[in-house]
């Protein structure tokens, strides 16, 4: 059988494409190289979060038409589905861990009780997409200084309603630094109406400097530790999942 | 008039070094950028993602007969791509719907989280090395002759294996290479730092100078595709003017020359 030169050339050229593909895949189930590629992790930290700039903000016509859902399924317990139904009477947020003051919080107390925030922010998925939102909801600097954390308290984490279906809930977290970000938000409405199930009903997080997965919807409980591991893991579903926990890039 | 060779320490070691790193972290940027892309086979003229009005899109359907078929999609021109983009190896033993197939992909499965951290460590390996080149990069600088003799240089192109082995780059050599290194890696880095949106806190302009984040995704894809083209050309041109001589002098330095005499 007779080759042409230019299929020759091609078959080399995915030979070798598929020689590098194959030691480099072999090379990522290896421990030594998988700390090394965790390791800008912490440059990136370094570098992009001791001081924390503000993200930009649109203007009311570079909304989105749609927000894109992405994620899992909306939680599908009976009590969610019956808050749903009632316009979120019942429903309450927890804050607890290391407060001093661990509160329950329903949604008008939420509304009324602190300041509403705005922001116009693009959203940043991890899978490259990008759509801008309009948020109203809460700092969360102005609810976690309603609760007084002690001072050991590191981490916030946000503890949500909705898994993997293999009974995976999904979490999240943030350091006392990123959590007092003047545009980490803990939203209630998106685009001026009260955030849809599909987007996080009827509290999620907001923090548009990091990637969407930060973002956790359908927040229920929030809880201020002194450090992550152990049950809380690498503190995040993704996070666990080898995603990073300092999502800025 | 007599034909000496003459040995000529050409590259000092930084630069040999920087060269294979590079090559290499550019080569793993690919390959995990392919597998990121995956992840959202779209790209979109704007700041945010017009999901109905895709610039390039990846994608997979059924034929009538029920077998899969694989596309791409540049504006509103098709291009069937079966068992390549869009419907191809997936690196589980089978085909499924998938952009880039797995021969070109880090790693070979389907893994964005994998993906991002190679790409991210290579990022900060091309950027050491651009950091350290930095004092040998302004020899590429085309000088005013350098573009006089362009046209002659493009001639004596036609036949690259009767180019003489000259002890300075040729003009040719010393634009593409300025290009390659001062445009088009430059556009790379900051549309790929544009993606980031801790990055973009810092720098609202940045994404806006692509003409938003999305758009960024489109310079940083074409961009690749720009030193996949290089890339291509550069090895031919390696393997014709004298393979042996030219690997040799990138790994120890040393460059043979033809000379005139001169008595």
Redesign the interface.
Same mark, same amino acid.
């Given at each position: 059988m007779k080759m042409d030169r230019r299929s020759f050339v091609g078959l080399v050229a995915?030979a070798s #494409?598929?020689g590098?593909?194959?030691i480099?895949?072999s090379l990522?189930e290896n421990e030594t190289v998988r700390r #090394?590629?965790?390791?800008? /992790?912490g #440059?990136?930290l370094a570098l992009?979060?001791a001081a924390? *700039?503000?993200?930009?903000e649109y203007t009311v016509n570079?909304v989105?038409g749609?927000f894109?859902q992405n994620g899992f399924d909306p939680p599908s317990s009976d009590e969610y589905q019956r808050w749903g139904k009632n316009g979120w009477r019942g429903f309450t947020l927890r804050v607890d861990g290391m407060v001093n003051r661990p509160t329950s919080y329903d949604m008008p107390a939420l509304r009324r009780k602190f300041v509403r925030r705005s922001q116009i922010t693009?959203h940043?998925?991890? /899978?490259?997409?990008?759509?801008?939102g309009k948020w109203n909801g809460v700092l969360i600097a102005d609810l976690l200084a309603d609760c007084r954390p002690k001072p050991l308290a590191q981490f916030v984490v946000f503890h949500c309603m909705d898994d993997d279906g293999a009974g995976n809930a999904y979490y999240e977290s943030l350091n006392m630094r990123q959590a007092a970000h003047p545009q980490a938000l803990l939203a209630y409405d998106l685009n001026d109406r009260p955030i849809p199930v599909k987007n996080g009903a009827p509290l999620r997080v907001k923090v *548009? $400097?990091?990637?969407g997965y930060k973002s956790a919807k359908y927040v229920r409980r929030i809880e201020l530790v002194a450090s992550l591991g152990g049950a809380l893991g690498r503190g995040g579903y993704?996070e666990d999942?080898?995603? /990073?926990w300092f999502a800025?890039? | 008039m007599e034909i000496r060779k003459t040995r000529l320490y050409r590259h000092p070691l930084p630069v040999r070094l920087t060269h294979w790193l590079s090559a290499l972290a550019l080569?793993?940027l690919a390959?995990s950028g392919m597998q990121?892309?995956n992840?959202?086979p779209?790209l979109?003229a704007s700041?945010?993602?017009q999901?109905n009005h895709p610039v390039v899109k990846f994608g997979a359907g059924t034929n009538p007969d029920g077998t899969p078929v694989g596309y791409v999609d540049v504006g509103s021109l098709r291009v069937t791509t079966t068992h390549v983009f869009g419907y191809g190896p997936d690196?589980m033993g089978g085909e499924s719907p998938r952009a880039f197939p797995?021969? %070109? $992909?880090?790693?070979?499965?389907q893994? #964005? %989280?994998?993906g991002?951290?190679?790409h991210?460590?290579f990022a900060?390996v091309l950027v050491a090395c651009g950091a350290v080149y930095s004092y040998w990069a302004f020899r590429l600088r085309p000088s005013r002759s350098d573009i006089h003799e362009l046209p002659h240089t493009l001639k004596s192109h036609l036949i690259p294996w009767k180019l003489p082995r000259a002890s300075e780059l040729n003009p040719l050599q010393k634009i593409s290479y300025f290009a390659i290194v001062f445009i088009v890696v430059p556009i790379v880095v900051l549309s790929g730092l544009a993606?980031?949106?801790?990055?973009?806190?810092?720098a609202?302009w940045l994404p806006q100078v692509f003409g938003g984040?999305?758009f960024a995704?489109i310079w940083h894809f074409g961009g690749m595709i720009a030193l996949i083209a290089f890339f291509v050309v550069h090895l031919g041109m390696v393997a014709l003017t004298g393979l042996v001589n030219n690997v040799r002098s990138m790994l120890t330095g040393w460059f043979v020359v033809d000379q005139e005499k001169t008595s």
């Open positions: 995915i #494409l598929t590098c593909s194959r480099a895949t990522n #090394l590629l965790r390791a800008p /992790e #440059l990136d992009l979060g924390q *700039p503000l993200a930009r570079d989105s749609d894109r693009r940043d998925c991890v /899978e490259g997409w990008s759509v801008i *548009p $400097t990091q990637l993704w999942r080898d995603y /990073e800025g890039i | 080569g793993v390959m990121i892309f992840a959202h779209a979109y700041d945010a993602s999901f690196g797995s021969w %070109a $992909t880090i790693p070979k499965y893994d #964005l %989280a994998d991002r951290r190679w991210i460590l900060w993606l980031s949106p801790s990055v973009d806190a810092w609202h984040r999305q995704r």
